[in-house]
């Protein structure tokens, strides 16, 4: 029996975001929802109307409908819009409906959908260009526009179809002959979309060649060329995403100022790995756990542990924006949750880099890339995704940033962080960061079935976008799932249910249980035992679906009972695929019939070294797609600062950011916009510890910093400029220098040289720089990095909307994430709360306009100003950050806010914009030099506010300290900034200029 | 003074809402609703929380399945609960599952709709307290409290509610400016804003606190519990 039945609000809500996207619409759009039921007998309308729909808020309709009758005040809709998700795309609104029809009894299959009325006159073309890719992804949804009179009267609801997959792959696993020449293997690698090289196809085939091998597969009745799932298996295991390859190359590198030639076997070993392990030798003793997990762990406090992550989800987010961003933040919590035996997620983090929302108004629109989603569309997507994620799970997203730049139009950059919490000891007293798979060992996955969905995910990532990229890579994540599986793991991992455990991302089971048969030299799986969202699933596609919300568990028999029992319990699907050995191989059967055998030897340490080969390069002039138009305003300082704090960079994100809850769990102290009023922005995101079971007055902040534009001066400063700000940003909040870890989240464009990327030894170059310059800043500052994660192809090579060929890579782009600890105590915040304060610069004046906010904007600017970048001495600022401490343990320190984009004003003015206070700004100088002190950008400084009555003793203890400081201004309540170079400012225009208007 | 706090399928402040209670000097147990199958199992208990969070990811409108979940084996059992003269509390998603109960006026009168902005948002709002007598808001005249929720714009449909709390600001375009409302008996206190997030002077913006203290709510329950119990 189908039944088809449609929700409407009782009080429509207008969404104007929708409604400002058709030109001169004065009129009214809103949403309601439609089900798809199917069940064995027809659900009384009574049980329909208890289970779906609140008779405060809606009602409930089984038949046309009179709109007027329902809505007497509105107009008749002039369109209506009809949203529903592809065959198999996960549908979570129906999965609520489902559960909540069996609460009542009722067993049934549904879909859900969406109607978006069009209440008020507009031009059906609008309505079809503007406004219908508003509404859904046609990669995920299938969008029609009806004409509001012919849908109300239509037969909808007497024909109603509930879509469903129809594919019939074979249930089978089938050779894949590696016979024939190079390009032939080069053409079955694409077309599988395995993206592997052709000396990897060529020592894949070698294996398969050797005799041994041979011997032992016709033994077991394996066809002597590896089957589908085989080859599908080694693709995923080696891919770019899951084996890091480029960080692992030899690489040739003749360094342009020695003229020196070197090879350096491994960036990774190299420079990553080695920063850590010189920084721990030199005394840091509070690493748990940092190169083999699948997140960092460290020890700051003594009652427990906290491990970080960082994932980037940049190809997905393309596709989809609201898909990429929410599987991302949903997959970097699985991260957290199977890190050592199950940590919690505490607080999420998130860095979009996206072209500047004004390209479309400030270039030609056949400029931009064809095929592309413009960047402002991009950011509502992505923002959607991570506040879906984030809220729906119960995890504060606590910090972040967004980097606008015209050269990520191409690839949007998303960035994924989470902190968990771990305890030392868990309640059985095993050790909370050890993982234990022993061999016999059932292994259990959990959180759901696969599909087709995401098949492909990790080689896509691999590969630049184009025009066909595979909407198989394409998900949603389901946050209520997820949430029920990480409290089901939390409970079981202190019930002592399990020995070790893992997230499914990238690769899906074939990454998961691959990776920890290595712990004990093998597995044995059935894949017909995993539960599939529908048939016609052929082997391999169940081996590397990446279906979300999926953990892989290690349990020993003896408990497997019981794992099950509790997750069915907490609605938590758990089946057991088979178990861990010691045979040296990962067993694949489907049913009875074996359809692989990998030697676990061969898949993870089989993959051939990559040689490459990079070229040194400096003080590039900028290779850009587009030139953007400049403001010429320099000749006003006070109209350049308004100008400087409305851009997309710098100004208030507060619109989308208090659409995050920053503050669920109760722990959150340090808040995104940290003053009594909320308007001025903290510096870092801030968590009490001791709400999470910490010693008392722990706290831990949270940090990030980039500098994506320093990659054409310097990639060297580029990187130490990256963990500057980073480092300076939880410095301001108060956290102890010596307790500071790193995360290292590299995105690059391509970098390996090849006939279609003529630039890839000099991408490469800047890799080796960067990394090279990583080592140097982290070794200085002793800040280890406990984790990171590198994304590599970056590129669009495409057209641009005139039909001409386009290629677009990203500004080089290291994120550096931080994590800092402190006692609460010593807490600081960003806002002037008091009138009887004085501000400070603290720290060394190493200032430059090269690549800041100010010569991006403004044309007249002279970047052989001030100290040049190259220059910047580092070790200053680390003194700086020391003595900062110093000060603040004496408690001197009323609000302190760090020096970054924008510059010296725009940080005073971000301090004063909660009370709106008046600034008087102090001393006499140039205005060529005024210009410099106001705006120049640099590392290592801050504006420090000291109440009146603490400055003699705070220049005291500075100048015993040796730390450079000078008085810049006094706080009034005049409400105007005025100085020597600037005329009575108003703070308010200055604030609601920073206050942009992000209505996109 | 033993408190029920109830989780599961989405809610997410149970742990919070736990240390809340625990600092205004009561016990704590803090169970998933498909472990309380036994209704008798909640007459242990002196008070009983619905916290915030996401149940069922809010499809088909906030608090609407897991409402659907308690009622089949638990709604006259909390009927019983405040019968016999016990406090309940409902926060934000808490609050939308008692609405949908029937627990603060008769099912289907009141409800909380999407917000007028159309969407989420976490700010600090301030707040009146506009009846002393819920037994949870004693003597607190002014509060200022964190404000986390898509769906919380308090429509009253013509009803008379009695409202307990009150937004200086309505951010949400809610009736009257209703942040929250309290039943006959002044015992169930059902709120949108988030009095576990503020329950000492660190956690609130800037670390200055205005008005009450959010701890002062679950003191309030506790003192009065541990009069009568």
């Known amino acids: ?1000 | 003074m033993k408190v029920l706090i109830i989780t599961g399928d989405g809610v997410n402040c149970e742990l919070e809402t736990a240390r809340a209670f625990k600092m205004a000097g009561a016990e704590t147990q803090i169970l998933h609703v498909s472990d309380l199958t036994e209704a008798s199992l909640i007459h242990d208990f002196q008070a009983l929380a619905l916290p915030g969070g996401f149940s069922f990811g809010d499809e088909l409108g906030s608090g609407k399945v897991f409402s659907l979940k308690i009622k089949n084996f638990l709604q006259d059992a909390l009927f019983d609960f405040v019968a016999q003269g016990k406090p309940i509390i409902g926060i934000c998603n808490g609050f939308q599952v008692l609405t949908k109960l029937g627990l603060l006026s008769k099912p289907g009168e009141i409800g909380l709709a999407h917000n007028e902005g159309g969407h989420f948002i976490d700010q600090w709002a301030t707040l009146k307290v506009t009846d002393e007598d819920c037994i949870w808001l004693k003597g607190i005249k002014e509060m200022h409290l964190p404000i986390r929720h898509g769906e919380g714009r308090f429509i009253s449909n013509g009803h008379t509610v009695r409202k307990a709390l009150e937004y200086l600001d309505n951010p949400n375009g809610s009736d009257d400016s209703i942040a929250g409302v309290t039943d006959e008996s002044g015992l169930v206190l059902g709120l949108m804003p988030h009095p576990e997030a503020a329950i000492k002077e660190a956690l609130y913006p800037g670390g200055v606190v205005t008005g009450s203290l959010g701890l002062q709510i679950f003191k309030n329950a506790v003192n009065y519990c541990k009069e009568r119990f």
């Not at chain 1, 320099?634 to 619109?655: C, F, M, Q, V, Y």
């Not at chain 1, 054409?712 to 939880?730: G, P, W």
């Not at chain 1, 002037?832 to 403004?858: C, D, I, N, P, R």
């Open chain 1, 1 to 1000: 029996m189908k039944k088809r039945i449609e929700i409407l609000p009782k009080y429509p809500v207008n969404l104007r975001g929708l409604s400002s996207a058709l030109p001169g619409f004065k009129g009214k759009i809103f949403k309601s929802s439609y089900y798809l039921i199917e069940s064995e007998t027809t659900p009384a309308w009574d049980a329909l109307v208890e289970g779906v729909i609140d008779p405060s808020l809606q009602m409930l309709k089984g038949e046309n409908f009179e709109f007027s009758a329902l809505y007497p005040h509105e107009n008749q809709p002039s369109f209506v819009l009809d949203v529903q998700f592809l065959p198999g795309v996960t549908d979570n609104s129906a999965k609520a409906l489902e559960e909540a029809l069996k609460l009542q009894g009722i067993s049934a299959k549904c879909a859900s959908g969406s109607l978006y009325y069009v209440l008020g006159e507009c031009r059906e073309e609008d309505v079809k260009n503007n406004l219908a890719p508003e509404v859904g992804n046609s990669l995920i949804q299938s969008i029609s526009v009806h004409s509001g009179e012919s849908f109300l009267k239509n037969d909808r609801f007497e024909k109603c179809e509930l879509p469903g997959v129809k594919i019939h792959h074979d249930q089978k696993a089938y050779e894949v002959s590696l016979e024939g020449s190079l390009e032939e293997l080069m053409a079955l690698s694409k077309e599988r979309c395995l993206a592997l090289n052709e000396n990897e196809l060529q020592t894949i085939k070698a294996y398969y060649e050797k005799e041994e091998v041979q011997k032992r597969r016709l033994e077991l009745g394996l066809p002597k060329w590896p089957t589908d799932v085989e080859i599908e298996v080694l693709a995923q295991t080696w891919s770019e995403h899951c084996k890091h390859k480029i960080f692992a190359a030899t690489i040739d590198y003749p360094d342009s100022e020695t003229g020196e030639n070197s090879q350096i076997k491994g960036l990774y070993p190299s420079f990553i790995k080695k920063a850590t392990k010189d920084i721990e030798a030199a005394g840091v003793d509070w690493l748990v756990s940092v190169f083999s997990d699948n997140a960092g762990i460290v020890r700051f406090d003594e009652n427990v542990d906290l491990c970080i992550k960082v994932e980037t989800h940049n190809s997905p987010s393309a596709l989809d924006p609201y898909g990429g961003a929410i599987t991302g933040i949903l997959g970097v919590n699985r991260d957290i949750m199977g890190c050592g035996l199950g940590a919690k997620p505490i607080a999420n983090t998130d860095v979009f880099c996206l072209g500047s929302t004004e390209l479309p108004q400030l270039i030609d629109e056949n400029l931009l890339p064809a095929g592309l989603m413009e960047p402002a569309k991009l950011l509502r997507g992505v923002h959607k995704g991570v506040e879906d994620g984030g809220n729906k799970s119960g995890i504060p997203t606590i910090n972040g940033a967004m980097v606008f730049d015209q050269d990520y139009a191409g690839k949007p950059l998303v960035f994924c962080g989470t902190v968990g919490l771990m305890s030392a000891t868990l309640p059985d007293g095993r050790a909370g960061d050890e993982k234990g798979a022993k061999v016999g060992d059932e292994i259990y996955v959990i959180g759901g079935a696969v599909g087709a969905d995401g098949i492909h995910g990790a080689t896509f990532s691999s590969m630049e976008l184009n025009e066909d990229s595979p909407a198989t890579a394409v998900q949603i994540g389901d946050p209520l799932t997820q949430k029920r599986v990480m409290d089901f793991l939390m409970e079981a991992r202190d019930l002592g249910l399990y020995t070790c455990i893992t997230d499914n991302g990238a690769g899906g089971i074939a990454s998961s249980i691959g990776e920890m048969a290595e712990l004990t030299g093998g597995a044995k799986i059935d894949l017909n035992t995993h539960p599939r969202k529908y048939p016609g699933l052929s082997p391999w596609e169940i081996m590397i679906s990446e279906s979300q919300e999926r953990m892989t568990c290690a349990v020993d028999p003896k408990h497997s009972d019981a794992f099950s029992e509790l997750a069915k319990k907490r609605g938590v699907s758990a089946f057991c695929m088979g178990h861990f050995s010691d045979s040296g191989f990962l067993e694949v059967f489907y049913k009875d019939e074996r359809v692989a055998l990998l030697e676990m030897e061969f898949l993870h340490d089989g993959v051939p070294t990559l040689e490459l080969k990079a070229k040194s390069v400096k003080n590039q002039e900028r290779q850009t797609w587009v030139t953007l138009p400049k403001r010429d305003c320099l000749n006003d300082a006070g109209n350049t600062l308004k100008h400087l704090l409305n851009r997309e960079n710098i100004a208030s994100k507060a619109p989308w950011v208090r659409q995050y809850d920053h503050e669920v769990q109760g722990a959150t102290i340090g808040k995104p916009f940290g003053g009594s009023k909320g308007i001025s922005p903290g510096d870092a995101g801030v968590i009490d510890l001791e709400a999470h079971g910490g010693s008392e007055g722990a706290m831990a902040a949270v940090g990030c910093g980039l500098a994506p534009r320093m990659s054409m001066v310097s990639a060297r400063v580029m990187a130490k400029q990256s963990v500057d700000e980073a480092v300076r940003n939880i410095i301001a909040t108060g956290v102890d220098p010596k307790k500071i870890c790193l995360l290292d989240n590299f995105c690059w464009p391509d970098p390996v040289q090849s006939p279609t990327n003529t630039q890839g030894e000099e991408k490469l170059g800047q890799l080796v720089d960067t990394c090279s310059g990583l080592y140097d800043i982290c070794t200085l500052y002793k800040t280890p990095l406990v984790s990171g994660k590198d994304s590599m192809k970056n590129d669009f090579r495409g057209k641009n909307r005139a039909g001409d060929p386009l290629v677009i890579s990203i500004q080089p782009t290291l994120l550096v994430t931080s994590m800092g600890y402190g006692h609460q105590d010593q807490i600081l915040r960003s806002v002037v709360e008091k009138e009887e304060v004085t501000l400070y610069h603290f720290g060394h004046k190493q200032l430059s306009f090269v690549a800041s906010e100010l010569a991006e904007m403004t044309s007249g600017v002279s970047l052989d100003q001030g100290v040049s970048p190259h220059d910047w001495d580092y070790a200053l600022c680390k003194e700086t950050y020391d003595h900062f401490s110093k000060v603040n343990k004496e408690g001197l320190i009323h609000a302190a806010h760090d020096i970054s984009d924008g510059g010296l004003l725009c940080a005073v003015s971000e301090m004063v914009f909660d009370h709106n206070w008046g600034v008087e700004l102090l001393g006499k100088s140039t205005y060529e030099d005024f210009l410099l002190t106001g705006f120049g950008e640099g590392p290592g400084q801050f504006i420090l506010a000291i109440e009146n009555h603490k400055t003699h003793e705070f220049e005291r203890v500075a100048s015993e300290l040796k730390v450079p400081f000078e008085k810049v201004a006094t706080i009034n309540s005049s409400g105007k900034m005025v100085g020597e170079h600037i005329n009575d400012l108003s703070v308010k225009e200055l604030r609601t200029s920073w206050q942009r208007d992000w209505s996109l």
